[in-house]
């Protein structure tokens, strides 16, 4: 990594499930990691979260130095932060909070130190307004869950963040593994959770108006686009649709049907009604499976593909050289 001082020392400020996966990312990448969360036994969850995370983090391949003894644990913010490289918030999405606490890091903190924020929906330059001293070097670094698995990273600045925090935010995620994408403008949600969001609204519209069972969208969209979308993102496979065409060929062959879809998408009023019936779907679709369960189910294909990703990229960069 090209910034001058190595990040090495990582603090994780609120330890639920995003800030315990981060804090399994960090160590198996060989960093020292101390935690801080004022909740009731938070620091044995913790613990027990990144022994559970431990062995596929093993399987994906752990850095040199890699150790759970690098993990401590504080109450106390101010000694969380004492000597760190970077923090990684994941503290509630409320604004009051967000910026009682930002306010008091931008003064405990030297002002070559990022400030990474895991919020999901929170603009930065709504959040740093409470840093007079040092809002340059503030910036959003939104993980996708769990985010010791998953490798997408939103970085996102608000109106004060340098470009060079920009930079060094990018290359510390990537050395941790990471794919990250930059976004130019603040939107509300990113862009990842946006694009959930537009998918959710039409998945919700279906089951409301009784065209799809619960169970029936989610295999429609598992078992059909969502294996694609696991290799290739929506615009690379529209040029693949084009055939030798391309993207041009499938932007005038399909932009006509498309749009027309376009208008008559649902916009579902969620009723307690509509609320129930999506309740009452997924239960029925779970069936005697707990949430252990699934999540063990979602992470060892997850792992798989993860994987085979890799090695496709591997071969793909072997190419080029």
């Known amino acids: 990594m090209s910034q001058q001082k190595p990040i090495r020392r990582v603090a994780i400020i609120g330890t639920g499930v995003i800030g315990a996966s981060w804090t399994a990312l960090f160590l198996a990448n060989g960093l020292e990691v101390v935690a801080t969360d004022v909740a009731p036994d938070a620091e044995a969850a913790l613990r027990r979260f990144v022994a559970a995370a431990w062995p596929a983090l093993q399987r994906l391949g752990l850095a040199p130095g890699a150790t759970q003894s690098k993990l401590t644990f504080t109450a106390a913010l101010v000694n969380a932060v004492k000597n760190v490289d970077l923090v990684q918030e994941n503290g509630p999405e409320k604004i009051d909070f967000k910026r009682t606490l930002y306010k008091q890091l931008d003064e405990l903190l030297p002002?070559?130190?990022?400030?990474?924020?895991s919020s999901s929906g929170l603009t930065m330059s709504e959040?740093?307004?409470?840093?007079?001293?040092?809002?340059e070097r503030c910036v959003i670094g939104h993980p996708f869950n769990p985010p010791h698995l998953v490798p997408l990273v939103e970085i996102v600045g608000g109106a004060k963040t340098s470009e060079d925090t920009i930079r060094r935010a990018a290359e510390f995620y990537t050395?941790?593994?990471?794919?990250?994408?930059?976004?130019?403008?603040e939107v509300p949600g990113h862009v990842a959770n946006r694009l959930q969001a537009a998918l959710a609204r039409e998945v919700y519209h279906l089951v409301a108006e009784g065209v799809v069972s619960v169970a029936d969208v989610d295999t429609a969209l598992s078992w059909g686009p969502g294996l694609r979308w696991g290799i290739m993102g929506?615009?690379?496979l529209n040029h693949l649709g084009g055939g030798q065409g391309g993207i041009e060929h499938f932007l005038k062959q399909f932009i006509g049907p498309m749009t027309a879809w376009w208008k008559v998408l649902g916009s579902p009023e969620m009723t307690p009604e509509v609320q129930q019936k999506l309740i009452d779907g997924v239960h029925a679709e779970v069936g005697a499976r707990s949430i252990d369960d699934l999540a063990a189910e979602r992470d060892e294909i997850l792992l798989g593909l993860i994987e085979m990703r890799n090695k496709a990229s591997k071969a793909n960069q072997a190419k080029v050289a």
């Open 111 to 117: 002002p070559d130190v990022i400030i990474a924020s």
């Open 127 to 135: 959040i740093q307004a409470a840093c007079p001293a040092h809002p």
């Open 175 to 185: 050395a941790m593994g990471k794919r990250t994408v930059r976004l130019h403008k």
């Open 234 to 236: 929506q615009v690379m």
